[in-house]
């Protein structure tokens, strides 16, 4: 049963789940349906991220959502709130601009493996180190999906992307690893599929004074097609199935290899650092 219907600026009816009911003013439905493919979790987490920020305590026109390019990039277009879709690479000091300038926004970046760590990648250590007080969310999805297919930053060693045919052979990021050693106060790592404990993370990252990162787990077609892995649904089960959690894992631990034997999920950092300004 649909709680709204709505016909969009494509000439499409589009109904939300009876799920939605809590958090359907904050959704742009004239912009639905989305562009992301099926199997892809990037709908998952936009609702997860509606529906923190409506519990979060904090006025939603407090809220600001910034967003690069890339698949990731399009989240901020569906939210009811201030968000600005920004350049590539550029989000996270676009954001630490809006909270110099309005101390009392908070403001949550959300980017892709590529847009934050790669070419954003300079960006993300130094507000890490500075502890600037933001937000960002690292979707990812071990691959450049809108672009081609590339490999990341996040791409496991062994895996088959456009750029690596016949298997990636660099190592990737350690993404909790590198937030805790460049200076976050706060780093967490969920799945999509982990719907309960990612809300919950994302209303404690709201709190937090600092700098804070969630790294999103997420399927993405566009990898599992270039590696014989089966279809989104099937990474699906792997990212849901395999994980274990442990809040208390050795950060040096968390590297996530090709064969996703080993994904350690968890609330692993929560400190208190001076930040830079405010």
């Given at each position: 049963m649909s709680?709204?219907?709505e016909v969009t600026t494509t000439g499409v009816k589009v109904e939300l789940p009876k799920s939605y009911e809590d958090i359907k003013d904050l959704i742009r439905i004239d912009r639905l349906p989305h562009i992301w493919c099926p199997g892809c979790g990037l709908g998952i987490l936009l609702k997860l991220l509606a529906r923190a920020i409506k519990n979060s305590?904090?006025?939603?026109e407090k809220h600001v959502i910034v967003t690069g390019i890339g698949c990731t990039g399009r989240l901020g277009g569906y939210l009811k709130l201030d968000a600005y879709h920004v350049t590539h690479g550029r989000a996270i000091p676009f954001a630490v601009g809006l909270k110099m300038a309005n101390p009392e926004l908070e403001v949550t970046v959300v980017g892709g493996d590529g847009d934050i760590l790669a070419i954003g990648g300079n960006h993300f250590i130094h507000a890490a180190r500075r502890n600037d007080d933001i937000n960002v969310i690292i979707v990812n999805n071990f691959i450049y999906g809108m672009t081609g297919g590339?490999?990341?930053p996040t791409t496991p060693k062994g895996a088959k992307t456009t750029t690596s045919p016949y298997?990636?052979?660099?190592n990737p990021f350690n993404v909790p690893l590198l937030a805790y050693a460049a200076g976050a106060s706060y780093v967490a790592r969920w799945t999509v599929l982990h719907q309960n404990?990612?809300?919950q993370s994302l209303l404690d990252m709201f709190k937090v004074k600092g700098f804070a990162v969630v790294e999103v787990l997420s399927p993405c077609i566009i990898y599992t097609d270039r590696n014989a892995m089966g279809d989104a649904v099937d990474l699906m089960k792997v990212l849901k199935e395999r994980p274990v959690i442990d809040h208390?894992?050795?950060?040096?631990?968390?590297?996530?290899d090709f064969s996703m034997k080993k994904v350690i999920l968890g609330n692993f950092v929560k400190r208190e650092r001076?930040?830079?300004y405010g």
């Amino acid at each position: 049963m649909s709680v709204e219907a709505e016909v969009t600026t494509t000439g499409v009816k589009v109904e939300l789940p009876k799920s939605y009911e809590d958090i359907k003013d904050l959704i742009r439905i004239d912009r639905l349906p989305h562009i992301w493919c099926p199997g892809c979790g990037l709908g998952i987490l936009l609702k997860l991220l509606a529906r923190a920020i409506k519990n979060s305590g904090i006025p939603i026109e407090k809220h600001v959502i910034v967003t690069g390019i890339g698949c990731t990039g399009r989240l901020g277009g569906y939210l009811k709130l201030d968000a600005y879709h920004v350049t590539h690479g550029r989000a996270i000091p676009f954001a630490v601009g809006l909270k110099m300038a309005n101390p009392e926004l908070e403001v949550t970046v959300v980017g892709g493996d590529g847009d934050i760590l790669a070419i954003g990648g300079n960006h993300f250590i130094h507000a890490a180190r500075r502890n600037d007080d933001i937000n960002v969310i690292i979707v990812n999805n071990f691959i450049y999906g809108m672009t081609g297919g590339q490999y990341s930053p996040t791409t496991p060693k062994g895996a088959k992307t456009t750029t690596s045919p016949y298997g990636h052979y660099e190592n990737p990021f350690n993404v909790p690893l590198l937030a805790y050693a460049a200076g976050a106060s706060y780093v967490a790592r969920w799945t999509v599929l982990h719907q309960n404990e990612l809300y919950q993370s994302l209303l404690d990252m709201f709190k937090v004074k600092g700098f804070a990162v969630v790294e999103v787990l997420s399927p993405c077609i566009i990898y599992t097609d270039r590696n014989a892995m089966g279809d989104a649904v099937d990474l699906m089960k792997v990212l849901k199935e395999r994980p274990v959690i442990d809040h208390n894992a050795n950060l040096a631990d968390l590297e996530i290899d090709f064969s996703m034997k080993k994904v350690i999920l968890g609330n692993f950092v929560k400190r208190e650092r001076p930040i830079s300004y405010g």
